[in-house]
């Protein structure tokens, strides 16, 4: 059984520039969160998804927009990059159930630089 | 608004001893807490949770944490540490919103365990 997948490993940009990251969930999971997590930093809540529609949202900027498709796989999409946005990009995945305390699975993480 | 704090940067302790990792939480409700462990370029692996029940709650690895309402406390301990124990450690609290849900991490404990 794979668990949570993310793409690209590693991605390096330039400044303006855009990106887009990839997550697919453990399987059986309908649910997918994303968080930022700078360097010596804990993860910082992004976004969550649900049936394709975004249900929760953390303090990030219009900048950063995602998407769930109908296999519950996710992208996350920055515009604009500034610097401030290097980082470790984590995925989550979870089962929802109209529950709040399932645990969630993660995946490895795209490191993302912008130059 | 909910809160997780960790106050202890770093934690050091000698292999075959007993460890702990402190956090605190602020919620409006009643908690969801969790421990999660990340290892270096990885991903976070889940530990255990607290919903609801019994104030002591075992996890993954021989760990476990102690729930205390009257501290709003939440600590990780294990009775005897390994060197393979050695990693960054995170308490979060789930805030459960409207359709969805947010995890809020803490800034993270780096456990040293030394042979």
């Known amino acids: 059984d794979a668990g949570v997948t993310q793409s690209p490993t590693h991605l390096i940009k330039t400044r303006g520039q855009q990106v887009t990251l990839r997550c697919s969930p453990k399987?059986?999971?309908?649910?997918v969160s994303w968080y930022q997590q700078a360097l010596g930093q804990g993860p910082q809540f992004i976004f969550q998804?649900?049936?394709?529609?975004?249900?929760q949202r953390g303090n990030f900027p219009d900048r950063f927009s995602g998407h769930q498709f109908p296999n519950y796989s996710s992208e996350l999409n920055v515009n604009a990059l500034l610097l401030g946005d290097s980082a470790l990009y984590l995925c989550?995945?979870?089962?929802?159930?109209?529950?709040?305390?399932?645990?969630?699975?993660f995946g490895p993480g795209t490191r993302l630089t912008v130059l | 608004a909910q809160s997780v704090a960790q106050p202890e940067d770093q934690v050091n302790v000698a292999e075959g001893n007993p460890l702990t990792v402190k956090c605190t939480y602020s919620v409006s409700g009643n908690p969801y807490l969790f421990w999660y462990v990340q290892y270096p370029n990885r991903g976070l692996q889940f530990l255990l949770k607290?919903?609801?029940?019994?104030?002591l709650v075992k996890g993954s690895y021989g760990f476990e944490a102690e729930f205390n309402k009257s501290q709003t406390s939440f600590h990780l301990k294990k009775p005897s540490a390994l060197v393979s124990d050695s990693a960054l450690y995170f308490c979060a609290v789930r805030d459960k919103g409207t359709g969805g849900f947010k995890t809020i991490f803490g800034a993270g404990t780096r456990l040293f365990v030394k042979a």
């Open positions: 399987s059986g999971h309908d649910t």
């Open positions: 607290y919903i609801t029940g019994d104030n």
């Open positions: 998804y649900y049936e394709e529609e975004e249900r």
């Open positions: 989550a995945s979870s089962l929802y159930l109209g529950t709040a305390y399932n645990e969630q699975f």
